[in-house]
């Protein structure tokens, strides 16, 4: 079992930056690919980023990339998402997940087994 945990959310004007995180405990991640998610209010959850278990291949939406970059520590089972240029659009919660899915599939909500919480991030314009 997997517990994720999301920190570093909150409050930004548009073009700030925000790095969340994302915790693990239970057991170690390092096998797990790893994803974040993001659901504004009244619209479907959307895949943000995603992230091998080596950390080696990495998935953005077409409305993050090169805004957003995912990383991950699998010493310390951490993930992380780096927000820049953050825009009003961005507001939602996010959330992170782990999944023993494949690569190709790591877009996917469905794939995913183990979910965070969230942590809303809010950006005003």
């Known amino acids: 079992q997997v517990q994720l945990v999301e920190s570093g959310g909150g409050l930004v004007q548009a073009g700030d930056s925000l790095r969340l995180s994302c915790s693990a405990s239970?057991?170690?991640?390092?096998?797990?690919?790893m994803g974040w998610f993001r659901q504004a209010p009244g619209k479907e959850r959307e895949s943000v980023a995603a992230?091998?278990?080596?950390?080696?291949?990495?998935y953005y939406a077409d409305s993050v990339k090169v805004r957003f970059a995912i990383s991950r520590d699998n010493a310390n089972n951490m993930v992380y998402l780096q927000m820049n240029s953050l825009k009003p659009e961005d507001t939602a919660v996010y959330s992170c997940?782990?999944?023993?899915?494949?690569?190709?599939?790591?877009?996917?909500?469905?794939?995913?087994?183990?979910w965070g919480q969230g942590t809303q991030v809010t950006v005003s314009s």
């Open positions: 997940a782990a999944t023993n899915g494949p690569i190709w599939r790591l877009s996917d909500p469905q794939v995913y087994t183990y």
């Open positions: 239970g057991r170690t991640i390092s096998s797990n690919n």
């Open positions: 992230i091998s278990s080596s950390g080696g291949r990495t």
